[in-house]
């Protein structure tokens, strides 16, 4: 394990997998926290390693200083789970030379590519809403053939041994919490690996695998004008697809539909049977407002991979754009079918009861959200909702807490609980604070219409109603 300022992952990193092994090699690249003093108690063999840009250098210096059979990589924000430690003890007992490992990095948004609804099957990924898979070799015997390459994104590359290694794969996650620990630890990150990525492109300029990493890095930083430079070079360096996909990501993340479009039909035109592409099209159709073709594009993913539960939910956001909601709940429902977990269509199906005045489901749904994760944004303004609707406005005004200093979405639904209580003064004030972050709150301004009404102003609550109204209409438009 290479760590640096790691106190409050490291010790869950090695409990995780304390049964496993009686050996911890730490490598320190200059930890100025109390990370080595946490894991004393583990009695680790803690290196120093003065830092030179170089992931797999530092890898290598803990390789070297294993003395036990096999050797297992972990980093301080992974985990195994306890229930798959006899697969591993299993797996060392036979011929193979090591193992891949499935990496299943959480993240907190399903628009990432290989992005996989969380389906609870792990306890560990609570209460993460989906993950990426990676395999990499992280289980091989102790031999000095088998080593770490590349500075960055370093791995265990079998075609760079000298000698032919045998690896097997394995069913085990390594649960990875670096894209979930916050946003600064997680750009800190992404800043090393992009400063790391530019060296190499000094080094190594025609290298396409290069590019394509600083373009990741860059997009990850949200800076999606020199991603895309990055991944156009790469794209013209190797002419694999997926370059198109990462590339057309970020010009869509930077509003340029048509150009998005484009760079995907080009990828699917060269791998026609990748459902990722074709979602993507799709997504990109749905952003341009075409939806009879996002529609076309989601049914064509489905047809290569029918246990696409993100498919399957898209279809559902197409139908409630085109104003079909008995198809959107049909489709919210299949999506929870294929995975129960999947988080954004049970907040979508319960706007729709909550709608309806099916309050009884509409809470179902969200409560096993809220306690896989009580910060949930979406979660708390769905239950504010149901609490409103309920009748029960002081519920709704805890439920939303903080959320009222900023969020105009939960000022709006704080001004109909203050107005349930004909607290008109606050309605008004926190009412005029959401329209003045988002024009577009129809309930805020129908809601003020009302707060005019009853405080006997009603030149002012007619031309709240009027512009509610005109919202409606230019809604209405704009989903034709």
């Known amino acids: 394990m290479i760590v640096k300022n790691e106190e409050d992952w490291i010790e869950g990193a090695i409990e995780s997998v304390r049964t496993l092994t009686d050996e911890v090699i730490i490598v320190d690249t200059g930890s100025t926290d109390s990370t080595i003093n946490k894991v004393q108690r583990f009695s680790p063999k803690v290196i120093p390693f003065k830092w030179i840009d170089d992931f797999a250098a530092a890898r290598n210096v803990s390789l070297a200083a294993a003395t036990r059979p096999w050797i297992l990589v972990l980093d301080a924000d992974e985990r195994i789970a306890k229930r798959d430690l006899p697969i591993l003890m299993s797996a060392m007992q036979g011929n193979e030379d090591g193992f891949h490992l499935i990496q299943r990095n959480y993240v907190p948004l399903s628009n990432v590519i290989g992005w996989s609804a969380n389906n609870g099957d792990y306890e560990e990924g609570s209460p993460y809403p989906g993950y990426v898979d990676n395999p990499l070799i992280r289980l091989f015997r102790n031999s000095p053939a088998i080593r770490f390459s590349y500075p960055v994104h370093e791995i265990i590359d079998p075609t760079r041994m000298s000698s032919p290694e045998r690896f ?158 008995v198809q959107a709940e049909r489709f919210y429902r299949l999506a929870l079918q294929l995975e129960p977990a999947f988080r954004e269509p049970a907040l979508e199906l319960a706007g729709l009861q909550m709608a309806a005045g099916v309050l009884d489901e509409a809470l179902d749904l969200l409560m096993p959200i809220l306690e896989a994760d009580p910060n949930c944004r979406e979660a708390r303004l769905g239950l504010a909702k149901y609490y409103v609707q309920s009748q029960k406005s002081s519920d709704a005004l805890r439920v939303l807490g903080d959320l009222q200093q900023k969020d105009p979405v939960a000022q709006c639904i704080a001004g109909a609980a203050f107005l349930q209580d004909d607290k008109l003064d606050q309605a008004q004030r926190i009412l005029e604070s959401a329209l003045k972050q988002d024009r577009t709150l129809i309930d805020a301004r129908m809601n003020l219409a009302e707060v005019y009404s009853r405080k006997g102003e009603h030149a002012r609550a007619a031309r709240y109603l009027v512009s509610a109204r005109e919202q409606m209409a230019t809604v209405r438009i704009n989903a034709l």
């Open 168 to 325: 097997g794969r394995l069913p085990v996650p390594i649960h990875h919490y670096g894209k979930v620990l916050g946003r600064e630890r997680l750009a800190r990150k992404q800043r090393l690996y992009l400063s790391i990525g530019l060296k190499k492109i000094e080094q190594h300029p025609k290298n396409w695998k290069n590019h394509f990493e600083v373009g990741v890095q860059y997009q990850e930083l949200q800076r999606h004008d020199e991603a895309c430079q990055y991944f156009e070079r790469a794209w013209q360096l190797s002419k694999m697809p997926y370059m198109l996909h990462f590339w057309a990501v970020s010009e869509k993340r930077q509003g340029n539909l048509t150009r998005a479009a484009e760079l995907v039909e080009r990828a699917i035109h060269a791998s026609p049977n990748s459902h990722e592409l074709h979602l993507e099209l799709g997504n990109v159709y749905q952003a341009l407002g075409e939806l009879d073709k996002a529609l076309a594009e989601y049914q064509r993913t489905l047809k290569i991979q029918p246990a696409s539960s993100i498919a399957v939910f898209n279809c559902g956001l197409v139908y409630r754009q085109k104003g079909d909601l």
